[in-house]
């Protein structure tokens, strides 16, 4: 019943973040060998640091605290390209759902059909091709460094050559990563809403999902804002779909919030609880910072 369903889910968030820490780990491996279980305590820190931060950027510095040797600034630059990597994941994904929300959805005759749906999805697949390739050849942006960064900063021109650690295989198995884990909340959100009668199929389901992350992606929020918003954006879209109800026959809209407010608890609220207890091991000075390589 609703308990073993509940297990599941809570199973499903120490796979989620355990993928991020296999992802954080083979990305800051490049300048800092991390253990899996370090790696793990890195992540769980910078969730609990980044609730208080818009878009949950503060994530990119309460990881690098935990490395005892490498370049913190490096570290940061590093940890961005695991987050720019599941950001294409959330866009990608969200631009196709979009395709397939509008003719479902948008019951009007000039979205759903004819020139101006295909120079949609024309142009969804130009971005989403664009933005692989930007994804692709980061070392470009390290080759760019001297053009951008002018003599005068010097020091922070040699923290881009970061971009030209990782190869293409490299950066397809972070984004292969990334795409696990999204796959894995989704499955997440949608146990959620059938654990709470909210009847709807898995497809379409799915398609809304993907568009409540990608506009999540978005709007600028703080994480303990995000909860609101969040379920407002999830009221809207499953709100569309026609006669969204629970099994028992009742409005969904109860059940749609209730599935997107726990599993922000479970997502979030959680690991950031753990990530507290880690937070108070940092150092948060050193004697000296120290460039690897």
Avoid at 117 to 123: D, F, L, P, S, W
Wanted: charged share 15%; glycine share 8%.
């Amino acid at each position: 019943g609703f308990l073993r369903w509940m297990a599941v889910i809570l199973l499903m968030m120490a796979l989620n973040w355990s993928l991020e820490a296999v992802k954080w780990k083979s990305l800051i491996g490049k300048i800092e060998e991390v253990g899996f279980f370090k790696a793990l305590q890195a992540v769980l820190t910078g969730v609990s640091i980044s609730s208080f931060t818009p878009n949950r950027v503060g994530e990119f510095f309460g990881r690098v605290f935990i490395l005892d040797r490498a370049s913190r600034m490096e570290g940061i630059l590093i940890t961005i390209v695991g987050s720019v990597s599941q950001l294409l994941v959330t866009v990608i994904t969200g631009s196709a759902a979009l395709l397939f929300f509008i003719p479902s959805y948008l019951k009007l005759a000039a979205y759903s059909h004819g020139y101006l749906y295909y120079g949609i999805i024309a142009t969804v697949i130009l971005v989403d091709i664009v933005l692989l390739g930007l994804y692709f050849n980061l070392s470009v942006l390290s080759a760019l460094k001297e053009q951008i960064l002018k003599n005068g900063l010097k020091k922070v021109r040699r923290f881009f050559r970061v971009f030209s650690f990782y190869h293409n295989r490299e950066l397809a198995a972070v984004l292969l990563l990334s795409a696990a884990r999204y796959a894995v909340f989704s499955t997440q959100f949608y146990l959620l809403l059938r654990i709470l009668d909210v009847s709807i199929p898995y497809f379409d389901a799915l398609v809304l999902i993907s568009l409540i992350y990608f506009i999540m992606a978005i709007i600028p929020t703080i994480a303990l804002t995000e909860l609101g918003i969040r379920g407002s954006v999830a009221l809207y879209f499953f709100g569309l779909y026609p006669g969204i109800c629970t099994a028992a026959g009742a409005p969904g809209n109860l059940g749609v919030f209730a599935a997107s407010t726990l599993l922000w608890m479970i997502n979030l609220g959680i690991p950031a609880l753990i990530g507290t207890f880690f937070v108070f091991r940092l150092h948060f000075f050193r004697k000296q910072e120290v460039t690897a390589g």
